[in-house]
């Protein structure tokens, strides 16, 4: 007696898999192509809502993170600006502070030189 099998025995799974989902694809196709007309239109119909739905929740969602990153970059800049300011009053103090310590410097120096004689 033949063994009739004996060619598809070494055959992987992989490759039954990809003969069902063939044959499955295949059987879905003929079922579609038998469908009717209206039945299809109703399905683009169906489609087309849905579609339209999505669409809808996609910019409300659009909306509302648009409006939550304007929100955090209105706070961020605020923040920014705030410290920005704190910063620039810190160098206006520093400042100032070199400037009398500049003066100061040079009233011990002409007091310096004067006292050695050094000053002319």
């Known amino acids: 007696m033949l063994n009739r ?7 992987s799974s992989e490759f039954w898999a990809i003969i069902g989902s063939a044959t499955a ?4 196709m003929l079922t579609v192509s038998g469908w009717h007309r ?7 119909a169906e489609m087309g809502g849905v579609e339209a739905s999505l669409s809808g929740e996609i910019r409300a969602v659009d909306a509302k993170l648009s409006a939550e990153i304007r929100a955090v970059d209105a706070k961020l800049s605020a923040e920014i600006r705030a410290v920005d300011a704190k910063l620039s009053s810190k160098i206006d103090k520093l ?8 003066a100061r410097l040079g009233v ?3 007091h310096v030189l004067g006292v050695s004689g050094l000053d002319g």
């Open 5 to 11: 099998t004996a060619p598809f025995v070494g055959l």
């Open 25 to 28: 694809i295949g059987a879905l």
């Open 38 to 44: 209206g039945d299809i239109q109703g399905l683009r």
């Open 95 to 102: 400042e100032e502070g070199q400037a009398r310590i500049d």
């Open 108 to 110: 011990v120096e002409s």
